[in-house]
């Protein structure tokens, strides 16, 4: 590839982005934040090695009886899910990856070389990235064990096989987030992928429900799906390896192929870094078509909501139109009756009947509303996230921010209310409707636990900011410490909402229930109310704060 020879002075530019890389972690951990996100980080860390650690041992344990039994071409079976979960996991997982936009380096005088190898460094540190090579290592430890003179070329295999996953997946992404540059083609790829990832979800219900009956035409499909298989990566690895002591042409063939692959994904990945490192910019403004007269202006009456102020109101507007254009608040607001349905479907624990929310209905409309509270906390902790560095606006508009933060609120309030209307709507549709007590108690409990999110959320949004980023992967989510700190809020709230649900059936009344959510969202309320005057100052306090770190690129 044109422009990809390496100098001496790259090492000396890897160096100096890993002092400064290091120099950060460093700086990050003298505040109280940074501390939270390191502990944040190492429970994602502990929790990605349980699952590396598991799945390698099951692929070096298979991949040895594979070898041991002479079943090396059943390999693909193994390198299938590795291929699949190393290339779609980065994408339906964006909160738990470490992504950092590297494309700010481009403003230094750093050269292509340099720029093409940190883009794939980066990709290397990737929890996919990481767990599919563990994976791959156990697979050729395993096979070496079985059949230790096979260990050396199922090894070169499987690292060129890891080659093909890393430049794919960073090929991937560099032509995604071109796309999502755009408005058009962020909204279609934005709906292509909640259809898929919608889709998915079915497949085990659908499995469980319907798998002893084999379609008709099974056979066919897969006779001429197979050969396609064997084109593919995962196909031609484990080709390579089983044909390596029979037919070692074919062997060097499929080791060729998967060369040729690794060679397509790095020149698309070459082109697109190309462009960008030429300082490509992309940008979804237009040309204005028409030039208003002299003297004559656009108007546009904002919406007057009764009993708001004009400020609490245009923000609520604003606020509105930003979640009504983004993709994953659309796809957020669906998953809850996606999951009432998705639970309809599974069979009981028997494999055979409906499953346990068929026969105790009344369950569904507390569950459905609870997992809608619960999915829309990242949301609602990172108030400010999407304004991004706009957020300097507020401090210097004559607005109160306790107003900025009543708009925001209500806005998310008016989420969550539909979203229980459209949980409660799917319970009636897909189960039966739920018993008054059941619906009362659950409307009760919202009440509680909503002002108490809000609360925590406008204290997460002050001292925890991030930006939000909704066309580019790995930058839609609040921060790490955020994250923590509502798994705990979150963990708290149903600890209490299951002491009074168990309390209230212990004496048999349901209603009491009702009475003591009540109550207790009466607490819940004066406690907003007090945080909400004492948030105001706070977030002047760190104006500076809040700005630098939401304009961060």
């Not at 799906?225 to 690895?237: D, F, I, S, T, Y």
Request: proline share 5%; charged share 15%; with cysteine.
């Amino acid at each position: 590839m044109a422009g990809l020879t390496f100098s001496r002075g790259t090492r000396g530019q890897f160096a100096a982005i890993a002092r400064v890389r290091w120099q950060l972690f460093g700086n990050s951990l003298r505040t109280l934040r940074g501390r939270f996100e390191m502990v944040s980080r190492i429970f994602i860390a502990l929790a990605f090695a349980g699952g590396g650690l598991g799945g390698a041992m099951a692929f070096g344990a298979t991949s040895y009886f594979f070898a041991s039994h002479g079943k090396i071409e059943w390999l693909a079976f193994l390198l299938w899910p590795i291929f699949l979960f190393w290339q779609l996991f980065p994408v339906m997982a964006t909160a738990f990856t470490e992504n950092v936009d590297s494309s700010n380096l481009l403003r230094f005088p750093l050269s292509y070389p340099s720029y093409f190898l940190i883009r794939l460094v980066y990709g290397a540190f990737d929890p996919a990235t990481a767990m599919g090579c563990f994976w791959l290592f156990a697979m050729a430890v395993g096979i070496g064990f079985a059949d230790p003179p096979l260990f050396l070329w199922a090894a070169v295999v499987l690292l060129a096989f890891a080659t093909v996953n890393i430049l794919l997946g960073r090929m991937i992404f560099a032509w995604v987030e071109r796309w999502l540059a755009r408005r058009r083609t962020r909204e279609i790829l934005g709906v292509l992928f909640f259809l898929i990832i919608i889709s998915f979800q079915f497949v085990g219900p659908l499995a469980s429900r319907y798998g002893g009956k084999r379609p008709p035409g099974m056979t066919r499909v897969t006779e001429q799906v197979l050969p396609v298989e064997r084109l593919l990566p995962p196909g031609l690895a484990a080709a390579a390896i089983a044909q390596s002591t029979e037919q070692a042409a074919v062997a060097l063939g499929a080791l060729g192929l998967l060369g040729g692959y690794a060679f397509a994904f790095f020149a698309l990945l070459h082109l697109r870094l190309r462009a960008q490192f030429r300082g490509e910019n992309l940008s979804e403004s237009t040309a204005q078509s028409k030039t208003l007269a002299r003297g004559q202006s656009a108007r546009y009456a904002g919406w007057a909501v009764p009993g708001l102020p004009g400020p609490c109101a245009a923000i609520l507007e604003k606020e509105s139109r930003y979640l009504a254009r983004s993709g994953p608040i659309l796809f957020t607001l669906v998953m809850p009756v996606v999951i009432l349905l998705i639970i309809r479907l599974t069979p009981g624990n028997s494999g055979k009947g409906d499953g346990f929310l068929v026969h105790a209905p009344d369950l569904a409309f507390p569950v459905g509303a609870a997992y809608a509270l619960l999915i829309l906390t990242n949301l609602i902790y990172n108030n400010f996230g999407p304004d991004a560095a706009g957020v300097q606006f507020f401090f210097a508009s004559p607005v109160r921010l306790r107003e900025v933060l009543i708009a925001k609120n209500l806005a998310h309030s008016a989420v969550v209310a539909f979203e229980v209307v459209l949980v409660y709507l799917g319970v009636c549709f897909l189960y039966r409707p739920p018993a008054a007590g059941a619906t009362l108690a659950t409307l009760a409990g919202i009440l509680f636990a909503l002002p108490v999110n809000l609360s925590i959320g406008n204290l997460l949004s002050i001292y925890s900011p991030k930006k939000i980023d909704f066309g580019t992967f790995g930058r839609q989510k609040a921060s790490g410490s955020t994250q923590l700190a509502a798994f705990g809020s979150q963990a708290a709230l149903f600890g209490i909402a299951a002491v009074v649900v168990l309390a209230s059936r212990m004496f048999g009344r349901i209603w009491l229930a009702t009475v003591l959510f009540l109550v207790l969202a009466a607490f819940a309320f004066l406690a907003y109310a007090l945080l909400l005057n004492r948030a105001e100052q706070m977030a002047l306090d760190r104006r500076e704060i809040m700005i630098s770190e939401l304009s961060r690129a």
